[in-house]
T-cell receptor, first 114, second 115 residues
Framework: GDSVTQMEGPVTLSEEAFLTINCTYTATGYPSLFWYVQYPGEGLQLLLKATKADDKGSNKGFEATYRKETTSFHLEKGSVQVSDSAVYFC?????????????FGQGTELSVKP | GAGVSQSPRYKVAKRGQDVALRCDPISGHVSLFWYQQALGQGPEFLTYFQNEAQLDKSGLPSDRFFAERPEGSVSTLKIQRTQQEDSAVYLC?????????????FGQGTRLTVV
C-alpha cells in the first residue's frame, strides 16, 4: 500500500541554520503531497502542499518541491527560528480516493536553539 | 466555533471500559475524518464521513471501534472493552469538500490512556 518515510528526529539546529527534512513516498497512483506541522500543545496544521510533479509548495519561508522521478518531497527552510520548533509530518493523499484521506510519515521533531 | 473541537482532551479508562470521544467539526464542513496517533508516530486513518454517511471505515482496527455522525455534524468515536494497545491520541479533522485539494483542519485531539 501507499506509504511515507521521513528522516528520523529529533533534529536540533541553531537559529538561522538551514533546514532540510527528507521525505520519500511510495504510491500506486499519482498522489498529492503535504507537509503538516504540530506546534507544542496545538493541533496539526497544514504547512504547504503540492498536487502535481514539479510543483513547489511554500509557506512561512518553508518550501518543498514535488519530485516524481525521485518520489520525494523534502522540506527546506533557509533560516530557521526558535518559533519553528515543532513536529513536522509529511503526508500524501491518493487523488483517486474521493475522501482525500491522508497517509502520514512518522514525524520529525525539530528543536531550534537560540 | 472557529475550529474543530474535541472532547474530552484527556481520558483515562480502565481496561475493559467503554469510552466515547466527541468531535465538533467546523460548521458546514461536509467531510469528517478520525485518525489514531500512537506515541512517536504519525496519525493513522481510521474512518471517513461525508455528511452522515460513513464512506470508508477501512482503518478501524477491530470491531470494538465504532464511529457515527447521525446528523452530519457532530461525530462520536466509541471504543468498547478498551485494551492497553488502544492508548493513543485520537484526532478528528474536517474539511469543506471531498477532494484532495480541500484542506483538512485538525482538532487538538483526545489523549486516551488505558490502564
Amino acid at each position: 500500500g501507499d506509504s511515507v518515510t521521513q528522516m528520523e528526529g529529533p533534529v536540533t539546529l541553531s537559529e538561522e541554520a538551514f533546514l532540510t527534512i527528507n521525505c520519500t513516498y511510495t504510491a500506486t497512483g499519482y498522489p498529492s503531497l503535504f507537509w503538516y506541522v504540530q506546534y507544542p500543545g496545538e493541533g496539526l496544521q497544514l504547512l504547504l502542499k503540492a498536487t502535481k510533479a514539479d510543483d513547489k509548495g511554500s509557506n512561512k519561508g518553508f518550501e518543498a518541491t514535488y519530485r516524481k522521478e525521485t518520489t520525494s518531497f523534502h522540506l527546506e527552510k533557509g533560516s530557521v527560528q526558535v518559533s519553528d520548533s515543532a513536529v513536522y509530518f509529511c503526508a500524501l493523499s491518493d487523488r483517486t480516493n474521493q475522501g482525500g484521506k491522508l497517509i502520514f510519515g512518522q514525524g520529525t521533531e525539530l528543536s531550534v536553539k537560540p | 466555533g472557529a475550529g474543530v473541537s474535541q472532547s474530552p482532551r484527556y481520558k483515562v479508562a480502565k481496561r475493559g471500559q467503554d469510552v466515547a470521544l466527541r468531535c465538533d467539526p467546523i460548521s458546514g464542513h461536509v467531510s469528517l475524518f478520525w485518525y489514531q496517533q500512537a506515541l512517536g508516530q504519525g496519525p493513522e486513518f481510521l474512518t471517513y464521513f461525508q455528511n452522515e454517511a460513513q464512506l470508508d471505515k477501512s482503518g478501524l482496527p477491530s470491531d470494538r471501534f465504532f464511529a457515527e455522525r447521525p446528523e452530519g455534524s457532530v461525530s462520536t468515536l466509541k471504543i468498547q472493552r478498551t485494551q492497553q494497545e488502544d492508548s493513543a491520541v485520537y484526532l478528528c479533522a474536517s474539511s469543506s469538500g471531498q477532494g484532495v485539494n480541500t484542506e483538512a483542519f485538525f482538532g487538538q485531539g483526545t489523549r486516551l490512556t488505558v490502564v
